[in-house]
T-cell receptor
Framework: RKEVEQDPGPFNVPEGATVAFNCTYS??????FFWYRQDCRKEPKLLMS???SGNEDGRFTAQLNRASQYISLLIRDSKLSDSATYLC?????????????FGAGTRLFVKA | EADIYQTPRYLVIGTGKKITLECSQT?????MYWYQQDPGMELHLIHY???????EKGDLSSESTVSRIRTEHFPLTLESARPSHTSQYLC???????????FGSGTRLTVV
């Protein structure tokens, strides 16, 4: 089982739709959580950190459920420009420091 | 404007050549990383550094080597390039283990 698993996608949604991605992690010692966005043939870019209380940035809302060991990303009012791959990232504390684990990503296509 | 720079952006090179991929950051981050990513696939950590004169191998076995003589510079070297090394190489840095990463634009390497 992978340490971080994401919805495989692709998600194909019309403009204006609300779409949600989930990501599960296997290690309860995970400390910090992030969502990244990666456009085709580009580098990943940090979209938002995910806090225990949940956080919102415009049309994007991220939530963390430690009991069930998953994080989610909700995108409201989807735009064409939201089309990208969304990567779930987990920082895991281990002896000597942290280990950062990237999920395989979920592809989103927003269509007109 | 990018705070982490990778050169070259694209490189086509013959089998057996020695190459160095450059990565520099101006943010004063102690932690730096090299990832390898094939198109549409996951990121794989190949090397990381937590500071000057500190380097470690990542999760993916790699024939490359790295050095960290200065905080801002983290070059990756392939002594003898092979077609199997064809991939995208992404450099990243972070302020701490609880902060997200900033990625460079990547070097797309093709070995012929």
């Amino acid at each position: 089982r992978k340490e971080v698993e994401q919805d495989p996608g692709p998600f194909n949604v019309p403009e204006g739709a609300t779409v949600a991605f989930n990501c599960t992690y296997s290690n309860s010692a995970s400390q910090s959580f992030f969502w990244y966005r990666q456009d085709c043939r580009k580098e990943p870019k940090l979209l938002m950190s995910v806090y225990s209380s949940g956080n919102e940035d415009g049309r994007f809302t991220a939530q963390l459920n430690r009991a069930s060991q998953y994080i989610s990303l909700l995108i409201r009012d989807s735009k064409l420009s939201d089309s990208a791959t969304y990567l779930c990232v987990v920082n895991l504390r281990r002896a000597g420091g942290f280990k950062t684990i990237f999920g395989a990503g979920t592809r989103l296509f927003v269509k007109a | 404007e990018a705070d982490i720079y990778q050169t070259p952006r694209y490189l086509v090179i013959g089998t057996g050549k020695k190459i160095t991929l450059e990565c520099s950051q101006t943010m004063g981050h102690d932690k730096m990383y090299w990832y390898q990513q094939d198109p549409g696939m996951e990121l794989h950590l190949i090397h990381y550094s937590y500071g000057v004169n500190s380097t470690e191998k990542g999760d993916l076995s790699s024939e490359s080597t790295v050095s960290r003589i200065r905080t801002e510079h983290f070059p990756l070297t392939l002594e003898s390039a092979r077609p199997s090394h064809t991939s995208q190489y992404l450099c990243a840095s972070s302020e701490s283990s609880t902060n997200g990463y900033t990625f460079g634009s990547g070097t797309r390497l093709t070995v012929v």
